[in-house]
């Protein structure tokens, strides 16, 4: 009965996320035109399966293999599955049958639906299967793909990110070098920095200072002093510079839910 | 050319909320699967972790801000870069944030019923996905500036050719079969003019089954 239910409601669920995923990773091939949802990382994998059904399809069950590793040991999907495995499967499914990108991969209608129907099936295998997978499978997707995917996100991702910042011109790789050594430090990777500078130094040369530039620089040092202290890294700064926490700020965390160690 | 078929429903902006409020909506019930049968959440381990801990009576703060700050940030950068990260702004914010924040207030209902579960989602979903257009409309759309989207494209795709090597390398610190594979895998593909991380992940999976990863 319960296996039932799960069955059931992974069914809407893996419809529902699927097509949100498909539509939102193929609107990621029109950005900046049109408003995109994925990831720069999801971005950059679809990119490197360059349109070839085998090489989506092998990507995207590498991450099932570690997606049911871990929803065997905690019941968490991981992020993969909206990040990888929905939408590389989809691409497969879509590039199978018709090779032209700008036709299926890029297409949010053919990639909307194709990754509603993967979404149901990898989601309700998950949730209802989770105990089936070979050994041998989950080793090589944890002790292969796990660290490949990680060295992705960092430390290439931020050098590469950095390096186009820097070859953007003198404006674009200062306000990258800078925001992109805050955002390391602050949120744990660099790339959201270095993005956000490419946006302050390009939209800076231009436009120069105007409306739209001094709010987004705003936005950007709310975004940045609101993750900080959400993060805890004001208490860390100070710690690391040996200096005592005073207890108005210990208090301020408080109020928030976050206890502060000594 | 893409630019030119960049028309219609589906590329518009105010599609753009809805596709967020389905993917929301299934997130959310992710995490009423999760609350209810211990299975289904859309995270990863260590942020489920910070849910779990509430439920088990530690307390909601940890998951609340962590979601809450990922949820902001996302928010921000979304429309100024043109993508909306899936990870931080849905499955961080939505999945974990703000059931952390219901259940530590003592709304449980949102999380024991599903239908209240995939509209509260929905609601979620439809609001953040307004207000990224919004954002949009004061900024990218009210200024000639491309904001250096290019550059970002640009690396973005860079960044993607990375990966295949990654796994080779990958697969060789994780035993000698496995390299094997993954080496003869990447170096077919290659020859075939195909991605090698395809080829790579392929070799190191079937040398993977025939000769297992030694664990400690």
């Given at each position: 009965m319960v296996t039932l239910m799960i069955v059931l409601k992974s069914i809407v669920i893996g419809a529902l996320v699927g097509f949100g995923v498909g539509?939102?990773?193929?609107?990621?091939?029109?950005?900046?035109?049109?408003?995109?949802?994925?990831?720069?990382?999801?971005?950059?994998?679809?990119?490197?399966?360059?349109?070839?059904?085998?090489?989506?399809?092998?990507?995207?069950?590498?991450?099932?293999?570690?997606?049911?590793?871990?929803?065997?040991?905690?019941?968490?999907?991981?992020?993969?599955?909206?990040?990888?495995?929905?939408?590389?499967?989809?691409?497969?499914?879509?590039l199978w049958r018709n090779k032209n990108v700008a036709e299926t991969l890029h297409n949010p209608k053919q990639m909307a639906i194709a990754g509603a129907a993967v979404g149901v099936v990898v989601v309700t295998l998950l949730n209802s299967t989770a105990t089936a997978i070979p050994e041998s499978m989950q080793l090589v997707a944890t002790k292969v793909l796990v660290p490949a995917a990680n060295w992705l996100i960092n430390p290439i991702m931020p050098i590469v990110f950095w390096m186009a910042a820097m070859d953007a011109g003198k404006r674009t790789g200062i306000w990258g070098t800078v925001l992109g050594g805050l955002s390391h430090l602050v949120m744990g990777n660099a790339v959201p920095g270095i993005v956000l500078g490419i946006l302050i130094?390009?939209?800076?040369?231009?436009?120069?200072?105007?409306?739209?530039?001094?709010?987004?620089?705003?936005?950007?040092?709310?975004?940045?002093?609101?993750?900080?202290?959400?993060?805890?890294?004001?208490?860390?700064?100070?710690?690391?510079?040996?200096?005592?926490?005073?207890?108005?700020?210990i208090e301020l965390h408080e109020t928030f839910g976050s206890v502060v160690k000594k | 050319m893409g630019e030119l078929q960049?028309?219609?429903?589906?590329?518009?902006?105010?599609?753009?909320?809805?596709?967020?409020?389905?993917?929301?909506?299934?997130?959310?019930?992710?995490?009423?699967?999760?609350?209810?049968?211990?299975?289904?959440?859309?995270?990863?381990?260590?942020?489920?972790?910070?849910?779990?801990?509430?439920i088990k009576g530690g307390g909601y703060g940890a998951a609340a801000a962590f979601g809450a700050s990922f949820l902001f940030a996302r928010i921000l950068e979304g429309p100024l870069v043109g993508i909306l990260d899936i990870g931080g702004s849905l499955q961080t914010g939505i999945g974990i944030g703000v059931p952390a924040l219901m259940l530590g207030a003592g709304f449980?209902?949102?999380?024991?019923?599903?239908?209240?579960?995939?509209?509260?989602?929905?609601?979620?979903?439809?609001?953040?996905?307004?207000?990224?257009?919004?954002?949009?409309?004061?900024?990218?759309?009210?200024?000639?500036?491309?904001?250096?989207?290019?550059?970002?494209?640009?690396?973005?795709?860079?960044?993607?050719?990375?990966?295949?090597?990654?796994?080779?390398?990958?697969?060789?610190?994780?035993?000698?079969?496995?390299?094997?594979?993954?080496?003869?895998?990447?170096?077919i593909f290659y020859y075939y003019n195909k991605p090698i991380a395809g080829g790579a992940?392929?070799?190191?999976?079937?040398?993977?089954?025939?000769?297992?990863?030694?664990?400690?």
């Amino acid at each position: 009965m319960v296996t039932l239910m799960i069955v059931l409601k992974s069914i809407v669920i893996g419809a529902l996320v699927g097509f949100g995923v498909g539509a939102g990773a193929a609107r990621m091939f029109h950005a900046p035109n049109v408003q995109g949802m994925g990831a720069f990382r999801t971005f950059g994998e679809l990119n490197a399966c360059a349109g070839d059904p085998i090489s989506h399809f092998s990507f995207g069950l590498g991450f099932l293999f570690n997606s049911w590793a871990s929803v065997v040991g905690a019941g968490a999907l991981t992020q993969d599955v909206d990040h990888r495995v929905i939408p590389n499967w989809a691409a497969a499914v879509l590039l199978w049958r018709n090779k032209n990108v700008a036709e299926t991969l890029h297409n949010p209608k053919q990639m909307a639906i194709a990754g509603a129907a993967v979404g149901v099936v990898v989601v309700t295998l998950l949730n209802s299967t989770a105990t089936a997978i070979p050994e041998s499978m989950q080793l090589v997707a944890t002790k292969v793909l796990v660290p490949a995917a990680n060295w992705l996100i960092n430390p290439i991702m931020p050098i590469v990110f950095w390096m186009a910042a820097m070859d953007a011109g003198k404006r674009t790789g200062i306000w990258g070098t800078v925001l992109g050594g805050l955002s390391h430090l602050v949120m744990g990777n660099a790339v959201p920095g270095i993005v956000l500078g490419i946006l302050i130094g390009k939209g800076l040369e231009d436009s120069g200072w105007n409306k739209i530039t001094k709010s987004m620089f705003i936005a950007v040092i709310l975004l940045f002093v609101f993750s900080g202290f959400f993060r805890g890294f004001d208490v860390a700064l100070l710690k690391s510079m040996y200096v005592e926490i005073p207890q108005w700020l210990i208090e301020l965390h408080e109020t928030f839910g976050s206890v502060v160690k000594k | 050319m893409g630019e030119l078929q960049a028309k219609g429903f589906w590329y518009s902006e105010w599609a753009f909320p809805l596709f967020v409020a389905c993917l929301s909506s299934g997130i959310f019930a992710g995490t009423h699967l999760y609350y209810v049968y211990h299975v289904g959440a859309f995270n990863d381990i260590a942020i489920v972790a910070m849910l779990e801990a509430g439920i088990k009576g530690g307390g909601y703060g940890a998951a609340a801000a962590f979601g809450a700050s990922f949820l902001f940030a996302r928010i921000l950068e979304g429309p100024l870069v043109g993508i909306l990260d899936i990870g931080g702004s849905l499955q961080t914010g939505i999945g974990i944030g703000v059931p952390a924040l219901m259940l530590g207030a003592g709304f449980t209902a949102p999380l024991t019923s599903f239908p209240l579960a995939l509209a509260t989602g929905a609601l979620l979903g439809l609001i953040i996905g307004t207000v990224i257009i919004m954002i949009r409309k004061y900024t990218i759309n009210a200024s000639n500036s491309t904001f250096g989207a290019d550059v970002m494209m640009g690396a973005g795709n860079a960044a993607g050719r990375y990966l295949g090597p990654l796994i080779v390398i990958s697969a060789i610190m994780a035993s000698i079969p496995v390299g094997l594979g993954a080496t003869a895998g990447a170096a077919i593909f290659y020859y075939y003019n195909k991605p090698i991380a395809g080829g790579a992940i392929i070799g190191a999976m079937i040398l993977g089954a025939i000769f297992p990863i030694p664990t400690q």
